[in-house]
């Protein structure tokens, strides 16, 4: 038996799922804030770095996004995501640049956000990592996955299950 997967109706049924999972959790995290949770080792790349490049270091870190920053200054996100609408678009990951298939000025938050806002951000724009900023320097990265372990903790911690 053959079975033929369209990415949107993956795509689409994953983020419900996920949508669930944060509401869930949010439940369980209450006042906490990005800063806690968030990841400070985030992995950076230049817009002219190659798919392939980005691919390889995303690899390496066992990262689902990167930072695409000019000069310092954050300028976009790109992401495993994205990175898939590359490959079906059949580009050339040698030749296709970061610039091409990031998203453009990212939604981002502080670290004093609570847990909450930045998840309902994150589902109510269909995406999975935020970049945190304090000022114009980009100081973390967020992710669904974050927010989901840190209330999972909670929860945990909460019956005697603690890790």
Do not use: C
Not at 72 to 78: A, E, T, Y
Not at 94 to 114: C, D, G, K, L, Q
Not at 127 to 137: A, C, T
Request: proline share 2%; hydrophobic share 45%; glycine share 8%.
């Amino acid at each position: 038996m053959e079975v033929e997967l369209n990415v949107d109706t993956v795509e689409s049924r994953s983020d419900r799922l996920l949508e669930a999972a944060v509401e869930d959790a949010m439940r369980e995290t209450e006042g906490a804030t990005v800063e806690q949770v968030m990841s400070a080792d985030f992995l950076v790349v230049a817009p002219e770095d190659t798919l392939g490049e980005v691919a390889e270091k995303m690899r390496t870190r066992d990262v689902g996004s990167v930072l695409v920053t000019h000069y310092g200054r954050l300028i976009g996100i790109l992401t495993s995501r994205d990175m898939l609408r590359a490959l079906a678009g059949r580009v050339h990951s040698s030749e296709a640049r970061a610039r091409e298939w990031m998203t453009v000025e990212p939604i981002t938050v502080s670290a004093n956000t609570t847990l909450e806002a930045a998840a309902l951000l994150m589902t109510e724009h269909h995406i999975h990592h935020l970049p945190v900023v304090e000022g114009e320097r980009h100081v973390g990265m967020v992710g669904t996955r974050d927010v989901v372990r840190s209330a999972s903790s909670e929860f945990l911690g909460g019956i005697g299950l603690g890790f």
